[in-house]
């Protein structure tokens, strides 16, 4: 691809991506939103059985979390 192309390709993408992130409406805002509670609350749950729990235990369930709504958590965790 030549550098004209790549130019107006990226000029194309960029403003598709505009128009997509414009027209979010408040339907898709607010799953998100509601999403992000659900998740706290489920991390709360999880560090208010710090007395049950070991530290490596409690960071294994948060990472399952994060894992449920395909929240990246690096690779520092993967021991599979």
Do not use: P, W
């Given at each position: 691809?030549?550098?004209?192309?790549?130019?107006?390709?990226?000029?194309?993408?960029?403003?598709?991506?505009?128009?997509?992130?414009?027209?979010?409406?408040?339907?898709?805002?607010?799953?998100?939103h509601?999403?992000?509670?659900?998740?706290l609350?489920?991390?709360?749950?999880?560090?208010s059985?710090?007395?049950?729990?070991?530290?490596?235990?409690?960071?294994?369930?948060i990472?399952?979390?994060?894992?449920?709504?395909?929240?990246?958590?690096?690779s520092?965790?993967?021991?599979?």
């Open positions: 691809m030549n550098s004209i192309s790549r130019e107006l390709l990226t000029y194309v993408i960029k403003n598709e991506v505009q128009n997509v992130l414009a027209d979010i409406d408040d339907k898709i805002i607010n799953k998100v509601s999403l992000s509670t659900e998740i609350e489920d991390i709360k749950t999880v560090l059985q710090h007395y049950k729990l070991s530290d490596f235990e409690m960071i294994e369930k990472v399952v979390i994060f894992e449920k709504y395909n929240i990246d958590c690096g520092c965790h993967d021991f599979g």
